[in-house]
């Protein structure tokens, strides 16, 4: 499965982005996924995952309330969209994806990964 990022950009602090990903298979329906982030220095971290039913979504605390993350099987689309952004949220932003149950918070448990779209939020 190939996982293709976008939607990244600048924006002000207070704003919003929606970032999506588009898998290339249809297994994507049938697999977790989950955005995780890299900030400048630092490791990946997760951010949050979604099962393939979406009737399990998970979130890391410094995104709740903010972030919400969705799909579309039908599209093979993953989308997080991005609330209220804040400057510590400037980060690369990956997507990833496992085939089968269960939902990861911890990179290695995915599989498949997009290359990153970065999100700059300026003070």
């Known amino acids: 499965v190939q996982l293709q990022a976008s939607g990244g950009g600048l924006v002000p602090a207070g704003g919003s982005l929606r970032l999506s990903c588009t898998a290339s298979?249809?297994?994507?329906?049938?697999?977790?996924a989950a955005w995780f982030r890299q900030r400048p220095g630092k490791s990946r971290e997760f951010v949050a995952n979604?099962?393939?039913?979406?009737?399990?979504?998970n979130y890391a605390d410094g995104v709740k309330g903010r972030f919400t993350i969705s799909r579309d099987n039908a599209k093979k689309t993953l989308y997080l969209q991005m609330n209220r952004l804040k400057p510590e949220d400037t980060a690369t932003y990956y997507c990833?994806?496992?085939?089968?149950?269960?939902?990861?918070?911890?990179?290695?448990?995915?599989?498949?990964w997009g290359q990153g779209t970065l999100v700059t939020v300026s003070s």
């Open positions: 990833a994806a496992r085939d089968g149950g269960g939902l990861g918070v911890t990179p290695n448990w995915y599989d498949y």
């Open positions: 298979e249809d297994t994507f329906g049938t697999s977790a």
């Open positions: 979604i099962s393939w039913g979406s009737s399990t979504r």
